[in-house]
């Protein structure tokens, strides 16, 4: 006999550990709220009583539910909780939204060390309140540009972390280095599902033909930004992630499709919190507050962001408030404001009266995490030989809506650098910065290119960042080569985060030094370091609305337009790198 059946017999001399009284309990069974006590013992549900009296005794915890809903834990079906924090100073603002478990990308040290770095988050983790469920980062394995830098000694180590209880699958993956081309990354997905794992998909501009094909290699997909993309993923047998957070919110094209969709294929997301709305207190509770409050009806709301995305990740015994279950149980003041009041986390209070009870463990992260920007730097790297485009005018990438930068040409100033030959620079007066993209991939040599960018707005000054999309890389957008040298410097004295320097004076910066994409530093204090930047940028003319993210996403060759690769520029749909001279063909990595 298991420890919970004494407590659903209600055997005499027996008591629960803890038991959540007078609530109104959301069953996903029923698809009801039943007027329930919800007795715990250890980290489990033992039972759904109608009056737990029985099973009280003197060292019972008991938390009142009275005129409140009692929920599952919700979860995030997907996010990128390593970068911008650590997952360990992310984890309490979480809890305090209702989200008990995520499934996260390693984006930071996983995206840099590989299979190391899954690891070391898998172990900075583990005693978290949190439940943190990891995918494999796949980009080692993208050769659809430059070659694929894991060996096969990597491709092993990765695979073998599939055996992991806390790896749920392979993370999101660009349709375009898998549709229509043979890649090396198909080795692991072999493995993923062997192992039943999840492959993670990112869709964006994919459709017809392509969609079709996309679907007979990922599980699902977060990109769909129509109601007519929702209905097509779903069709061809994708489960749905629809997202509400700090870089996109697609609940709208999500409520309109919903009809048309199994509403167990479907699941919620945030796509990932940055520090300001985390403090601001933005999470899946509010997700699901503006799912429900947009028309999607509660139950269905509610199980999008709890037992759908369980089932679909394979998270056994979450996502429902059922015996057996994990005792993740969020109380809130009803449906129609999602207020957090109490929050249990494997049977214990994490979150009461809205407010974290606990501290999360932290400690300082291993040297070889915290050492990540040793490149070389000089004054050239951030200029464009003259050579590259005879004719005086060069490609350049435009900044346009969302994470978009298309192809466009802008005539560059002449400068002189070094020595006297003549380079390529920023021309601010006519909106034309340089955009520099230096490799800091440990895995790589040294590399590094220089393209232009315009439609930022920078008039003056520089802006650097280490923590840019898919590659690790440092970026510099300028309209001053000495200044983005000096931003540059600073980000790597710092050994990553963000600088904004104007006439050699660094006048905002934040230090983000694990994997040089994560700060372990109080949220507040990060959250206020992302103001500070974005005042600096507003004042030197910037006129983007979000320039850090913007920033960040001119290497993200996960949306379709061009980007910067340490190579060059990367045609994303041509599937090509191509350089300054817009006359000049690109080197076609394969055309689909």
């Not at 007795?39 to 039972?47: H, T, Y």
């Not at 200029?383 to 004719?391: D, E, F, Q, V, Y």
């Not at 350049?396 to 969302?402: C, D, F, K, Q």
Request: aromatic share 4%.
């Amino acid at each position: 006999m298991n420890e919970c059946q004494p407590i659903a017999l209600e055997r005499e001399g027996t008591s629960a550990d803890l038991v959540v009284r007078d609530g109104r309990v959301y069953c996903s069974n029923r698809r009801e709220f039943l007027d329930r006590d919800v007795a715990v013992v250890g980290d489990r549900i033992a039972a759904l009583l109608e009056d737990a009296d029985s099973v009280v005794g003197p060292d019972t915890t008991i938390v009142s539910a009275a005129d409140r809903v009692v929920l599952p834990g919700l979860i995030d079906a997907h996010t990128h909780a390593d970068i911008h924090l650590t997952p360990e100073r992310g984890a309490l603002p979480l809890l305090a939204t209702g989200t008990t478990s995520i499934v996260t990308e390693t984006s930071g040290l996983g995206l840099l060390f590989g299979s190391r770095g899954v690891e070391t988050t898998l172990e900075r983790t583990a005693d978290l309140p949190l439940s943190v469920f990891c995918t494999l980062p796949p980009q080692g394995l993208v050769d659809t540009f430059d070659p694929a830098t894991a060996d096969d000694a990597e491709h092993e180590a990765l695979a073998d972390l599939l055996e992991h209880d806390r790896v749920v699958g392979i993370g999101e993956i660009d349709w375009i280095h898998v549709v229509g081309r043979d890649a090396p990354v198909e080795r692991l997905y072999d493995r993923a599902r062997e192992a039943d794992a999840t492959i993670v998909g990112h869709g964006a501009g994919c459709r017809g033909a392509a969609l079709r094909a996309f679907a007979t290699v990922v599980d699902n997909d977060h990109e769909a930004i129509s109601a007519e993309g929702i209905r097509r993923r779903a069709e061809h047998g994708l489960h749905v992630v629809g997202r509400c957070g700090t870089i996109r919110d697609d609940l709208a094209p999500f409520v309109e499709a919903f009809p048309d969709v199994d509403r167990g294929s479907v699941s919620l997301s945030t796509d990932g919190v940055w520090p300001p709305d985390l403090v601001d207190g933005f999470g899946m509770g509010e997700v699901v507050r503006r799912a429900i409050e947009a028309g999607i009806p509660a139950a269905d709301a509610i199980d999008a962001a709890t037992r759908n995305p369980a089932d679909h990740f394979g998270l056994e015994n979450r996502g429902v408030i059922a015996p057996g279950a994990v005792a993740d149980i969020v109380l809130v003041d009803d449906l129609e404001s999602m207020c957090v009041e109490t929050v249990l986390a494997d049977g214990s209070i994490v979150v009461d009266d809205g407010k974290p009870t606990i501290d999360p463990p932290n400690g300082p992260y291993p040297e070889f995490a915290t050492d990540t920007v040793a490149v070389d730097l000089e004054r050239d790297r951030f200029t464009a030989p003259r050579s590259a485009a005879p004719g005086g005018t060069v490609r350049a990438m435009a900044v346009e809506e969302g994470l978009v930068t298309t192809e466009t040409v802008v005539e560059p100033a002449v400068v002189e650098t070094t020595g006297e030959t003549e380079r390529f620079g920023p021309a601010p007066d006519a909106d034309v910065c340089t955009a520099t993209l230096l490799d800091r991939d440990p895995a790589t040599e040294d590399r590094g290119f220089t393209g232009f960018l315009t439609g930022y707005g920078l008039e003056t000054g520089a802006v650097a960042a280490s923590g840019t999309w898919e590659t690790a890389g440092l970026v510099t957008v300028a309209a001053d080569t000495d200044d983005a040298l000096a931003a540059a410097e600073r980000v790597r004295t710092m050994q990553g985060g963000f600088a904004v320097v104007e006439n050699g004076e660094v006048v905002a910066d934040l230090a983000m030094p694990v994997a040089a994409t994560a700060a372990d530093a109080p949220p507040e204090d990060v959250a206020a370091g992302f103001e500070a930047l974005e005042r600096a940028l507003d004042d030197l003319g910037v006129a983007v609305d979000r320039p850090l993210l913007t920033l960040q996403t001119l290497t993200f060759l996960g949306v379709p337009a061009l980007k910067l690769t340490p190579s060059g520029y990367a045609d994303v749909l041509d599937r090509s790198l191509v350089g300054l001279d817009p006359h000049a063909s690109g080197s076609t990595a394969e055309s689909y």
